[in-house]
DNA sequence: CCCGTGCCCTGGCGGC
DNA sequence: TGCCGCCAGGGCACGG
């Protein structure tokens, strides 16, 4: 599930590679994923310019538009030669090369939008966005949290408090920051709250690095799976021994999400 | 405004 | 072995 840093390598994977392209034409083989009814006549000779990144956000600037992609759990973009549809792709962008650039989704969970530059950090999905980790204010994340009764676990889940934190993030976040994932947010000190942000910067910068790693030849697949896995603490580690103190990781459920904590070194 | 629930969707897995 | 039912999850709409 693409989270920032597998978003981020992303973008740096399609930027080099698309910058001054231009699509010539678009298939859209399943409407629900396209939010904007005239999308592919919006992007018909439309050149891309850069590609940006607003939390889990893909946001390619083109000529006089904008448009917005989210891979939601298992968006991927490939590039490759015009060949016949293979399942479970359901955007196919021709470009002037010849090339086509392709959006595979099993899950059909992704979801595609065109603003105009005027307005698209003023309209959803981007209005209410929070701040990345390294762009937020631990002060103002700090009162924000004081006046809410959620779990920690909802609140960095919530990309309108900070943006780009996913569900395993989240995890390794707390971890490292030893507050346990149903702590209420109103009960957090200001001192919790510098630590949950620099640890949020820390373990995305540090995936960062590991997601860049793994960029492969622009002909297969541009990928979301990096390194990272590897440097897991607790997410995926049920049962097996906390790497500080030794005690079971366990399974919950916090907020509807399989959460994985130490029983021990997380403090409610 | 705040919070909980359900929806979108399909591969994979548990249970029998 | 085979089939069925259910679960996972990001973001948003909706309802209390």
Redesign the pocket.
Known sequence: ?P?LPEVETVRRTLEPILKDKTIVDVAVY?Q??VETPDFIEQLKNQTIKSIDRM???LIFKLNDKVMIS?L???GKYFLTDPRKKH??EHVVFYLDNGQTLIYHD????G?FQIRSYENYRKV???L??GPEPKEANPQVIYKQLK????TIK?AL?D??VM?GL???YVDETLFRAQLHPQKN?STLTKKQVESLVKHAIDVLNHAIELGGSTIRSYYATIGVDGKFQNELKVHTKKDEPCPVCQTQIIKI?V????TYVCPRCQKK
């Open positions: 599930m989270e399943h629900n994923m939390g889990k956000f989210h939601r759990m298992e399942p479970h099993v899950r059909k969970f979801k959803s999905p981007l209410k966005l006046k809410r009764h959620i909802q889940l990309q309108h943006a996913g569900n395993i947010t459920k907020g509807g999400r399989g």
